[in-house]
């Protein structure tokens, strides 16, 4: 009997030790990483641009049609005439010039994160720099309305479409000639900004050729559609931001720059000793 109890507390204790053995394992084990939210605080701000983009130049088109600065039966108007009489002239300035700086923010927030995935190339940079003049050009269409300033805003109409779409062009180029470059979201994304890329380029061309032509109404729905696809090729945005939770802005002193001046609380803290 005593032997059968010996040999009970000893499997006790060898439970125990297994029971001690495992919890210090789940404790010393690392934590899991994290997944990546679909709808992460960055990813927000392309699909707001797309929604600021598209709700401002229709809620333009709708002021114009109701007070009858565009007349419908004369044909289906530009997207610049609807935006330059007053008061509509207004809102779409500052829909677009919102909209503009937006765009300026998502093509840094891109140039920086195909950097850090490896893409240190003159063309990621030559990317950079062509969504910014699109986003120019997008501010200039807004402060220099048709009526005012023609030859500037047909300069800033040149920059937004032609420039918009060249972006993507370039974007989708990087993309499919980098190796190891991540792609975020489902296999057919590619292709489908494929189509979007090809149907904008079709549309400008469309666009110019049939101003050219008396059909003027055709024309201006190619201009439509062209900014449309624009504003939704930048929403798309918001899968390859999935990831991205934050950004931080690091400021690194140039070489003929010397050590910062110190502060007045470091120099209470170093006189602090000398005086006791």
């Known amino acids: 009997m005593q032997r059968q109890q010996g ?19 789940h404790a010393s084990a690392p934590p899991a990483p994290a997944q990546p939210s679909m709808w992460s605080s960055l ?8 929604l600021w983009g598209t709700l401002g130049i229709w809620i333009v088109f709708a002021i114009a049609v109701n007070n009858h600065t565009v007349d419908l039966a004369q044909g289906f108007p530009y997207i610049s005439l609807c935006g330059s009489f007053p008061p509509q002239s207004c809102i779409f300035s500052q829909f677009l010039n919102m909209g503009a700086a937006m765009a300026a923010c998502i093509c840094v927030l891109r140039h920086h ?37 023609r ?9 937004a479409f032609i420039g918009g779409n060249l972006y993507f062009w370039l974007q989708l180029y990087l993309s499919c000639s980098t190796k190891g470059l991540p792609r975020p979201g489902a296999p057919w994304l590619q292709p489908l900004r494929l189509g979007l890329c090809s149907l904008c380029t079709s549309l400008i ?11 003027r109404s055709a024309s201006a729905a190619c201009e439509w ?4 696809l624009l504003f939704l090729l930048f929403g798309l945005f918001a899968v390859d931001f999935s990831g991205l939770e934050r950004c931080r802005l690091c400021l690194q002193p140039g070489p003929s720059l010397g050590p ?5 609380a470091s120099l209470q803290a170093h006189a602090l000793p000398q005086a006791l």
């Open 225 to 228: 559609a062209a900014a449309m």
């Open 260 to 264: 910062p001046p110190p502060s007045p």
């Open 205 to 215: 061309v469309a666009m110019i050729v049939l101003y050219t032509w008396p059909l």
């Open 43 to 50: 990813s927000v701000l392309p699909v707001f641009l797309a």
């Open 151 to 159: 030859p500037t805003h047909l300069v800033g109409a040149f920059l």
């Open 7 to 25: 040999l009970e507390g000893a499997e006790v204790g060898e439970d125990q030790t297994e029971e001690l053995e495992r919890a210090s394992e």
């Open 113 to 149: 994160q195909l950097r850090d995935w490896g893409a240190r190339t003159w063309l990621n940079r030559l990317i950079l720099w062509t969504g910014l003049l699109c986003a120019l050009g997008t501010s200039m269409v807004a402060n220099f309305q048709e009526k005012n300033q």
